[in-house]
């Protein structure tokens, strides 16, 4: 038996055709949909990447974990935390990783026989090079049972995708660098702006039009759905297709200039926490299976232990690989199989990065309680008729505060419940260390003598205010 999950980082799931997009930005995934089961409401309850990746390979949230935040320095995962890799490797499993998050935190390696760094000389990682370190080792590892982490960071800034995927997605004879175009002004006039112009926007070059950035996303995960279909293929030249378990997830989504959120992935808006999750086993998962409820990542691990419990492969000890006891995932194969819609009847929401709130999201609203809003203008209370509103633009927490007022309960009585009188994690981060990704713009502004306060107690941050952070 093999295993191979993989992560497409910043994946939104309304930007797939499998999930109602118009254009083809994921033919092959899509074909691997159809030998499978698309999970249509697969959520990401904890966001962004550090959080999520933690959740999905302990099954439990972030408070239950007590890690909610990213690229904070006081987060900790205490080594006796059952992980999925150090589960699957006592039962016998070869284990391997092509990924780069022990950089982020040291217990993403736990747990690897192998673990190869896939981050090299540049700031990002390209679908190809994953390919070039997992392909050779999938080949040297055919005729073992195991275990294969894959990390593909094509969707996530900076958008830069060769340029013969672009023309598919952005129209001949449109000039995304147009003077004229002012459609990019807020978004560099966003308090974010400095820490996107290092790290983002400085590589593509000088945009003017919005719509060229859209364009870009698209086209990468297009070149992403590429390098897939090279790595399938391979699996089916070594005749090993048949005998994968391969498991598709999107980390978190990614906002393409809703809610004022320019191509980053925060805010607990339907284009962050809406993921994509595709499952094929071939004979085991019957074939173009769409499940239509509720389900979320911390799903993952208990529905693969359950997978190994029932195939049995030769020179696995599946005995050894019963739940961990304080699980929040729960098994994805009784909606695999048709036996019910999904494994949640709504998903509890969380995010502390560059800003800190939770959220409900119920099968007609959505309630999130801001506690921190960062670079962010936020009311602390939102709620959202997602079946009159699904673009999330009518806030409904004033005109209907009885409602507002049982989802607040109802939030305060989950996670004091999870908290069981411990600490909440996130109220400690913003106490003694504040908004882990503020210190990142925070560092950038020193360069250009600017202070956070100032910078974003300034309603107005037009271009020509920022020439020295251009200059820096």
């Known amino acids: ?76 995962l205490p080594k006796d935390t059952p992980w999925l890799p150090n589960l699957l490797r006592a039962s016998g499993f070869t284990t391997a990783a092509v990924d780069n998050l022990y950089q982020l935190k040291e217990w993403f390696a736990r747990g690897y026989r192998y673990y190869i760094n896939s981050a090299g000389g540049k700031r990002w990682i ?71 112009k290092h790290h983002h926007y400085d590589l593509v070059g000088p945009v003017t039009d919005s719509a060229y950035y859209d364009a870009l996303y698209d086209a990468e ?32 989504g990614e906002s393409l200039t809703e809610h004022e959120i320019y191509w980053d992935h925060c805010g607990l808006y339907e284009p962050t926490v809406h993921v994509p999750l595709i499952m094929r086993w071939p004979g085991r998962i019957p074939a173009g299976r769409r499940v239509p409820g509720f389900v979320q990542q911390v799903d993952l691990l208990p529905t693969i232990l359950e997978a190994v419990r029932s195939e049995q492969p030769p020179g696995i000890d599946a005995a050894k690989l019963r739940e961990p006891e304080g699980l929040d995932g729960r098994s994805l194969w009784d909606a695999i199989g048709g036996r019910s819609n999904g494994t949640q009847e709504r998903i509890m929401l969380s995010e502390c990065a560059w800003q800190a709130a939770r ?16 670079p962010f203008r936020r009311p602390p209370c939102e709620l959202y008729d997602l079946h009159a509103d699904p673009e999330e633009t009518a806030n409904l927490a004033d005109a209907l505060p009885d409602v507002a007022a049982r989802f607040e309960r109802e939030l305060e009585e989950w996670v004091a419940g999870k908290l069981a009188g411990r600490e909440d994690p996130m109220k400690l981060q913003l106490k003694a260390a504040g908004l882990p990704f ?21 309603p107005r941050r037009e271009r020509f205010d920022l020439a020295a952070l251009h200059r820096s």
Do not use: C
């Not at 309304?14 to 499978?36: E, F, M, N, V």
């Not at 390098?227 to 980390?251: K, M, N, P, S, W």
């Open 359 to 374: 959220g409900i999201r119920t099968e007609r609203y959505k309630y999130i309680r801001t506690y921190d809003a960062g």
């Open 438 to 458: 503020r210190r990142r713009i925070e560092q950038i502004l020193l360069t250009a003598g600017l202070t956070w306060e100032a910078w974003s107690a300034d």
């Open 126 to 196: 390209d679908g190809r090079t994953v390919n070039s370190l997992a392909m050779p080792w999938i080949e040297q590892h055919k005729d073992e049972s195991f275990f294969l982490f894959l990390h593909y960071w094509d969707a996530h800034t900076p958008y830069l995708p060769p340029d013969s995927y672009v023309p598919e997605f952005y129209p001949a004879g449109r000039d995304p660098f147009d003077p004229a175009n002012r459609s990019m002004e807020r978004a560099y006039n966003h308090a974010a702006y400095p820490f996107f």
């Open 221 to 252: 995960i297009r070149y992403l759905d590429d390098r897939l279909q090279e790595l399938d293929e391979h699996l089916e030249r070594l005749g090993i297709a048949e005998d994968t378990l391969l498991v598709l997830f999107g980390d978190h």
């Open 1 to 76: 038996m093999k295993i191979i999950l993989i992560s497409l980082d910043t994946l939104r799931a309304s930007r797939l055709s499998g999930y109602g997009y118009g254009k083809p930005t994921s033919p092959y995934l899509d074909r691997i949909a159809s030998r499978g089961v698309l999970f249509e409401r697969a959520y990401a309850a904890d966001i962004p990447t550090e959080v999520a990746h933690t959740g999905i390979f302990t099954g439990k949230i972030g408070l239950t974990t007590g890690v909610v935040s990213h690229g904070s320095s006081l987060t900790s």
